[in-house]
């Protein structure tokens, strides 16, 4: 009976909804008054809950329907995928904005147009380890090109296998196209040292020493030797 007048008051959205959220909130009965048993009301706050998500889904849903007839939405997928690849080139994301990023903020068109296209990803400017990680699995079988500043932090010295850097170049070695690390001669040589795995889709290792962010003085003929079995010997 309900269906049917839910039905019948579709020409009426304000209705309609208004009817759609009274059946929904009947289901609960009352709020529980003994504020004592706390399994009820986590319950209820559970059941509520994930009947606001589902509202929030719907509304989702909606908007998406909506933005579908803005003017840009008439774009072919594939040259509105060019544009952000202009895009990467002009806003790079960093510490302190999104860049180019935002654009997976807009809509949900834009966003699944970003992420189903893994060149946009493959260029990554480290300010972040978690999201190093992020553009990696977004890249997908697009090998990736890291650009890293490595920072000497005394207190991974006992332990130079747990510096963020010599994590985030490690863990992705088979995924690289180019690597450009640029730091002091401290932190670098310890990066390095590590990089002993096979990289097979590296073409380029661009190592940058310097000071210029680091109130530090690199001395005379400060360098570092690189390991014999760099990237395994290939």
């Not at 147009?113 to 990554?124: H, V």
């Not at 001669?185 to 096979?198: C, E, R």
Request: hydrophobic share 40%; charged share 20%.
């Amino acid at each position: 009976t309900r269906t049917v007048i839910l039905k019948r008051l579709a020409s009426s959205p304000k209705d309609f909804w208004d009817l759609a959220a009274r059946t929904r909130v009947e289901q609960f009965g009352d709020i529980p008054t003994h504020r004592g048993d706390s399994n009820a009301l986590a319950n209820a706050r559970q059941r509520i809950d994930e009947e606001i998500q589902a509202s929030v889904q719907a509304t989702c849903s909606m908007r998406y329907r909506r933005n579908l007839l803005a003017p840009i939405a008439i774009l072919p997928l594939e040259i509105l995928g060019h544009i952000f690849e202009f895009l990467v080139l002009c806003e790079h994301p960093s510490r302190f904005t999104l860049g180019w990023t935002r654009v997976t903020h807009v809509c949900k068109l834009w966003r699944d147009t970003a992420l189903n296209n893994p060149i946009l990803w493959r260029d990554i400017l480290s300010f972040g380890w978690q999201s190093v990680d992020v553009f990696v699995q977004r890249a997908k079988s697009v090998p990736v090109v890291i650009h890293s500043v490595v920072t000497p932090r005394p207190r991974y010295s006992q332990n130079p296998q747990s510096l963020p850097d010599v994590e985030l170049v490690s863990s992705h070695l088979d995924h690289l196209a180019e690597l450009k690390l640029r730091g002091h001669p401290s932190a670098l040589g310890t990066v390095v040292q590590t990089l002993t795995s096979t990289a097979p889709k590296l073409s380029l290792l661009e190592l940058v020493a310097c000071a210029s962010e680091y109130p530090v003085r690199i001395e005379s003929g400060t360098c570092y030797d690189l390991p014999h079995n760099l990237f395994n010997g290939d």
